[in-house]
């Protein structure tokens, strides 16, 4: 039986991505920093990240399958979360990639983000691109999924998806930043974990896949099939992104979470989160949206109690 290390796999897409491992009869080894905190109810051999140049936690595995990422970087709170940051994630990434490299792991499947850039001011979209090169250069055989947004299986696991609909059930308007003419292209988290384990699986050279959905629409656009599913009209106003920062900040501060960076808007406005005439996977965001309305935003969705 082969063996595969998946880093996040007690969290969400990691988690779908180990059960479709087991599925198609892998030994799965979790890699986490989070063991004893989050429940492991599969039962997972779980081993520490190898936050060490040192650590050998690596040794006997044939793929490894990265999800290891932060949304955003953050502060900390005295006596709350603590701080974690981009660039701490791109350090700690470049060590378990190094990590593979000393062991020769068979093959790595790494997630990105679409549209990554060396050179953008937005260090999500770096950061993931510096990741890309630093895997390249360890000249081990990899596949890069580059996903822009995903959702299922429930709707709190979908944080964006469902704080847009929490956002329409509470607010007697909601907005767009700017025209909102830019596009997302959501992709449901088994199609993306099989793309995972099929690349896994693979033995042909390096590539690298774009691991959006079959649907995109543009932000306008999914407010309004939100609100459709959900059977609420709601007023749809273009603001400036400053002002449309100030009020998912003030509504964060409400909730205790961060609910949108300054950062995310840009790389949303900057039409990163879609790609033309891509699209994988079979399941649509609109068939999942009917499926799920009635409980599809009744609870915010929290980032920062994720990582309590
Ligand atoms: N979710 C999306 O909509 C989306 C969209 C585009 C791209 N992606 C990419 O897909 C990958 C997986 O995303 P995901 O949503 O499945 O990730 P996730 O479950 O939120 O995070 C994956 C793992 O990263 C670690 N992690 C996350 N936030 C952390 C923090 N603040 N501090 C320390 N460790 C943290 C955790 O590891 P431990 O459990 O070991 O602590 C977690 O299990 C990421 O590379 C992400 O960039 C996701």
């Known amino acids: 039986m082969k063996t595969i290390a998946i880093t996040g796999v007690l969290g969400y897409s990691g988690r779908y991505v180990a059960a479709e491992a087991v599925r198609r009869g892998w030994c799965v080894i979790g890699l986490t920093n989070s063991a004893g905190r989050l429940p492991n109810p599969a039962g997972y051999e779980l081993r520490p990240m190898p936050w060490s140049t040192q650590d050998n936690v690596l040794a006997g595995v044939d793929v490894l399958v990265n999800t290891y990422w932060v949304r955003f970087s953050y502060a900390g709170k005295q006596g709350g979360h603590a701080a974690f940051s981009h660039d701490e994630a791109v350090q700690n990434t470049r060590t378990l990639f190094a990590a593979a490299q000393r062991?020769?792991?068979?093959?790595?499947?790494?997630?990105?983000?679409?549209?990554?850039?060396?050179?953008s001011e937005l260090p999500y979209f770096r950061g993931k691109a510096e990741l890309e090169q630093a895997l390249a250069a360890t000249g081990l055989p990899h596949s890069i999924l580059?996903?822009?947004?995903?959702?299922?299986?429930?709707?709190?696991?979908?944080?964006?998806?469902?704080?847009?609909?929490?956002?329409?059930?509470?607010?007697?308007a909601v907005a767009t930043f700017g025209w909102g003419d830019y596009c997302l292209q959501p992709i449901h988290v088994q199609d993306f974990a099989e793309l995972a384990m099929d690349e896994a699986e693979r033995s042909e050279p390096s590539r690298i896949i774009n691991a959006t959905g079959v649907e995109a629409y543009t932000f306008r656009e999914l407010w309004r099939l939100l609100a459709r599913s959900m059977g609420l009209w709601r007023p749809i106003l273009p603001v400036p992104h400053a002002v449309g920062y100030m009020a998912a900040k003030l509504l964060g501060a409400l909730v205790g979470d961060v609910m949108l960076t300054r950062d995310e808007i840009a790389g949303l406005s900057q039409n990163r989160l879609a790609v033309p005439g891509s699209?994988?996977?079979?399941?649509?965001?609109?068939?999942?949206?009917?499926?799920?309305?009635?409980?599809?935003?009744?609870?915010?969705?929290?980032?920062?109690?994720?990582?309590?």
């Open 103 to 119: 062991v020769g792991v068979g093959r790595v499947v790494h997630t990105g983000i679409t549209c990554p850039d060396i050179a």
């Open 146 to 172: 580059r996903p822009a947004i995903l959702f299922g299986d429930t709707p709190q696991e979908s944080i964006l998806i469902n704080n847009m609909a929490w956002s329409l059930r509470h607010l007697p």
């Open 279 to 308: 699209g994988l996977g079979s399941r649509h965001l609109s068939t999942w949206l009917q499926q799920h309305s009635a409980t599809l935003g009744c609870k915010y969705a929290s980032e920062l109690s994720r990582r309590q």
